[in-house]
């Protein structure tokens, strides 16, 4: 796909979405951290949500895809996330927050990328078990001054939180040649099971 001469990459990711009282917040923290002008990560992408991704995909079967999926999360209960630190990547002018790892967490990421392996065709996919490291990203495209900036910003108005992954989809991520997402679409969603525990 051209976009004015540059050449866009299509991926997948299957990402997990928090219930909508989490997801306004932090929707509403992205659109302050762009009016401040530290970062528009979260408004550059129209239609942008707050997510953990749990798989990424290249060349795949999306119809076949799209069918397992469906079976698989048909039975999947809602999972609690502790989000308690906020950090960076190494060589990433981005930030993060980070839930804690908790058994049904890993559980949630093991199990599907158990089920899916076939898919999992890229070694250095930073999604796969033993590599994964969950995590939301706050904002994004930093540079030295605004990382600096977002950092004492998120400090003193992030605070610890518990939510629930209550939704996992399936959107086609397009990327320039530069690696920034130009555009998502969500192709497959579900909602997941309320816990009756």
């Known amino acids: 796909m051209n976009r ?8 997948y990711a299957l990402l997990a979405y928090f219930d909508h009282e989490t997801e306004t917040k932090l929707k509403q923290f992205w659109v302050k951290l762009n009016e401040l002008g530290i970062s528009d990560y979260g408004v550059a992408v129209k239609d942008r949500r707050p997510h953990v991704t749990l798989a990424d995909y290249q060349a ?3 119809e076949e895809l799209l069918v397992m999926l469906n079976d698989y999360f048909h039975q999947q209960v809602e999972v609690p996330i502790h989000f308690h630190s906020l950090g960076a990547f190494l060589g990433q002018k981005m930030l993060y927050i980070a839930p804690t790892m908790t058994k049904s967490l890993l559980d949630l990421h093991g199990n599907f990328h158990e089920q899916f392996k076939s898919f999992d ?4 996919s930073y999604y796969l078990p033993q590599r ?3 995590h939301c990203t706050i904002c994004g495209r930093l ?6 900036q977002a950092f004492e910003y998120c400090q003193r108005n992030i605070v610890n939180f518990q939510t629930r992954i209550t939704e996992v989809g399936l959107v086609e991520v397009y990327f320039d040649d530069e690696g920034n997402i130009v555009k998502d679409k969500l192709i497959f969603s579900k909602n997941l099971q309320a816990d009756k525990a």
């Open 143 to 148: 540079n030295e001054v605004t990382f600096l």
């Open 4 to 11: 004015g001469g540059s050449r866009v990459r299509k991926e």
């Open 121 to 124: 065709r890229n070694p250095n």
């Open 132 to 134: 994964w490291v969950p």
């Open 60 to 62: 795949i079967n999306v």
